[in-house]
């Protein structure tokens, strides 16, 4: 690990201003890193909660993804006046197609992901998705010329094969869910490489556009007036903790952490999300469904630790 640049000891040991100076600084480090966390955390809790508002709603598909749309929207349309995003217009002229596209596929994968959690069980949407940053590696190196370490290479590998033993075994029954997983997973990937390569794009602003565009989207198929009190209130925390919320606190927290942090405490949504299910509704898990979800776990997990281990060595 690579030692941070210190005054010389000499001077420190006989200066208590650069002593304080250096105790603030380090001070500062801790408490911006512990924010991180709690910000990154509580974006995981905040998203591993989509599969227990849908098992909870009552309304049809359609219904359910134009509301989530909107409150997400307007629930994001409140926060962006609180970052550097605020310059509404100036940000949409520098969107440029690479913007549209990000919102385009925003939008399929949201469509896909509400679908997808009431066609099979909430662990293996949560499991699928999980493999997106091997997705994402794939897609880069094809779009990008970024070649994959080989640590990627082989954890995506076993993360394939804990999806195949997951889906090959669900039945026909939740194929069709699995299905749809695969593609928001797949859409989720290359909007990343998208992000990736333009990185203009305002990520919340755009976002906010592809929340609402999915509301549109399902507009003409739902029934937004045929909804009781209690499941609009759902609806509501539905769109604003899982989305609005969400997404904010995953971005501002992953400025105050390392890449490997972030990505790990992400993961966590993948285990919590059918956690919330079970303990609420008793959902249970399949046997299948545990094994492919502790071997795709697995693999993120290991990915990213030695990642960060070779990167360390090569310091």
């Avoid at 969400?246 to 949504?269: D, H, K, N």
Wanted: with cysteine; proline share 5%; aromatic share 8%.
């Amino acid at each position: 690990m690579a030692l941070r640049a210190t005054p010389p000891l000499h001077k420190t040991a006989h200066d208590p201003a650069a002593l304080r100076k250096g105790q603030h600084s380090t001070e500062m480090n801790r408490s911006s890193h512990r924010r991180g966390l709690l910000l990154v955390g509580g974006s995981a809790i905040a998203w591993s909660l989509g599969g227990l508002f849908t098992r909870v709603l009552t309304v049809d598909t359609a219904t359910m993804i134009f509301w989530r749309g909107l409150f997400g929207a307007l629930g994001l349309a409140m926060v962006i006046p609180f970052t550097s995003q605020h310059a509404v217009r100036a940000r949409l002229r520098q969107m440029g197609l690479a913007g549209w596209l990000f919102v385009l596929l925003g939008a399929t994968g949201m469509i896909c992901y509400m679908s997808a959690l009431r066609h099979t069980s909430v662990a293996n949407v949560a499991i699928i998705y999980a493999t997106a940053p091997f997705m994402a590696a794939a897609l880069a190196w094809m779009a990008l010329r970024e070649a994959p370490p080989r640590s990627a290479l082989i954890a995506s590998g076993v993360a394939l094969l804990g999806v195949a033993l997951m889906v090959g075994f669900s039945g026909p029954a939740g194929w069709f869910g699995d299905a749809l997983a695969l593609c928001m997973t797949a859409t989720m990937a290359v909007a990343a490489v998208v992000a990736r390569r333009a990185t203009q794009i305002p990520i919340l602003l755009t976002s906010c556009i592809a929340s609402l565009l999915s509301a549109l989207l399902c507009w003409p198929f739902a029934s937004p007036l045929h909804v009781t009190l209690w499941d609009l209130l759902i609806l509501a925390l539905f769109g604003v903790l899982n989305f609005a919320l969400g997404l904010p606190l995953y971005t501002f927290g992953a400025r105050l952490l390392p890449a490997i942090e972030t990505a790990l405490i992400g993961a966590l949504e993948s285990p919590l999300a059918p956690l919330w299910v079970w303990l609420a509704i008793g959902e249970q898990l399949s046997t299948n469904t545990l094994l492919g979800g502790a071997i795709v776990m697995a693999a993120v997990v290991g990915h990213f630790l030695w990642n960060h281990a070779a990167k360390t060595r090569g310091r």
